[in-house]
Nanobody
Framework: QVRLVESGGGLVQPGGSLRLSCQVSGLTFRMYDMIWYRQAPGKERELVATIGNQGHRTTYADSVKGRFTISRDNANNTAYLQMNSLKPEDTATYYC????????WGQGTQVTVAS
C-alpha cells in the first residue's frame, strides 16, 4: 500500500521560511520523479516543483522560482520543499506525489502565511 505523509506546515509571517517533508512508503521511491502541488481554498491545484528520480532535474512554477527549493533523500524515501521568503499568496495545502497516473495522494500539510 502506497502511503505519502506530508509534514512541516504551519503559520509563518511573510518573509519567513518553512521546510516541508514528504515521507513515502509502499513503492520504490528512487524510481519515481516527485512533484509538490498546492491548493488554496477556491482555487485549482497548482504544480509547485518537480524533481527527477535521482535528484538531478528540478523545475519550478514561476511563482516560486528563486524562493523554493525541492530536494530528495532516496536513502530515506523522503522529498523536501524548502520555502523561503514566503508570501501570503503561498498560503495553501501542500501535497507531494510521485509522477504517475496512480491516485496516490497524502493528506497534505497546511501552510499559512500571515502577519
Amino acid at each position: 500500500q502506497v502511503r505519502l505523509v506530508e509534514s512541516g506546515g504551519g503559520l509563518v509571517q511573510p518573509g519567513g521560511s518553512l521546510r516541508l517533508s514528504c515521507q513515502v512508503s509502499g513503492l520504490t521511491f528512487r524510481m519515481y520523479d516527485m512533484i509538490w502541488y498546492r491548493q488554496a481554498p477556491g482555487k485549482e491545484r497548482e504544480l509547485v516543483a518537480t524533481i527527477g528520480n535521482q535528484g538531478h532535474r528540478t523545475t519550478y512554477a514561476d511563482s516560486v522560482k528563486g524562493r523554493f527549493t525541492i530536494s530528495r533523500d532516496n536513502a530515506n524515501n523522503t522529498a523536501y520543499l524548502q520555502m523561503n521568503s514566503l508570501k501570503p499568496e503561498d498560503t495553501a495545502t501542500y501535497y507531494c506525489k510521485p509522477r504517475t497516473s496512480d491516485p496516490w495522494w497524502g493528506q497534505g500539510t497546511q501552510v499559512t502565511v500571515a502577519s
